[in-house]
């Protein structure tokens, strides 16, 4: 099984600050990457696809890069609304979908 | 506009089936994509259960494969899941969602807890 590995656990940051999340594959998943995001109580929601590509309506402050085994999030500036748990899922196989550990996104 | 509503028991008891429905709105499941669940116990992250085809081809996580069935219901747009000997460590909210090829997880469900508890 391909495993996942995403850091920080837990990311401090202000309204304004440039934040980076990075996931990990344990082997190269080619671009077949994506980053959710989810808050308390709702459905995780997609952000990124295909490692970089932007889901329809997500504000263009989201951006995803990466290929291979080494892939980032990034929020060029955090709004209020970006406090939340982010998660990356791949789906290099479609017969073994596996989702990293999640960063929370907090206030500082 | 693409709905996805799961429904079933809140509550199972330990080493029973728990079965769980997803019912599929705005999108005919026939037309194509794959169709999933996804779990999420309490304070803990996404864990993916498995996924079935409009082909009817079934995938499943390789940590549960031996407890887990999925399956499809094109005539009312539904598919199913079943999770037998069920344990404390199952208990979880239980999200559907479609599959849509590069997209992957596009459309999820609002989530719906399930206890295992005697």
């Known amino acids: 099984d391909i495993q996942m590995t995403q850091s920080p656990s837990t990311l401090s940051a202000s309204v304004g600050d440039r934040v980076t999340i990075t996931c990990r594959a344990s082997q190269s998943i080619s671009s077949w990457l994506a980053w959710y995001q989810q808050k308390p109580g709702k459905a995780p929601k997609l952000l990124i696809y295909?490692?970089?590509s932007l889901e329809s309506g997500v504000p263009s402050r989201f951006s995803g890069s990466g290929s291979g085994t080494e892939f980032t999030l990034t929020i060029s500036s955090l709004q209020p609304d970006d406090f939340a748990t982010y998660y990356c899922?791949?789906?290099?196989?479609?017969?073994?979908?596996?989702f990293g550990g999640g960063t929370k996104v907090e206030i500082k | 506009q693409v709905q996805l509503q799961e429904s079933g028991p809140g509550l199972v008891k330990p080493s029973e089936t728990l079965s769980l429905t997803c019912t599929v709105s705005?999108?005919?499941?026939?037309?194509?994509?794959?169709w999933g669940w996804i779990r999420q116990p309490p304070g803990k992250g996404l864990e993916w259960i498995g996924s079935?085809?409009?082909?009817?081809?079934?995938y499943y996580n390789p940590s549960l494969k031996s407890r887990v069935t999925i399956s499809v219901d094109t005539s009312k747009n539904q598919f199913s899941l079943k999770l037998s000997s069920v344990t404390a460590a199952d208990t979880a909210v239980y999200y559907c969602a479609r599959g849509a090829g590069d997209r992957t997880f596009d459309y999820w469900g609002q989530g719906t807890l399930v206890t295992v508890s005697s």
């Open positions: 705005g999108y005919s499941i026939s037309s194509g994509y794959y």
């Open positions: 295909k490692a970089s």
């Open positions: 899922q791949q789906y290099n196989s479609y017969s073994s979908l596996t």
């Open positions: 079935i085809y409009h082909s009817g081809s079934t």
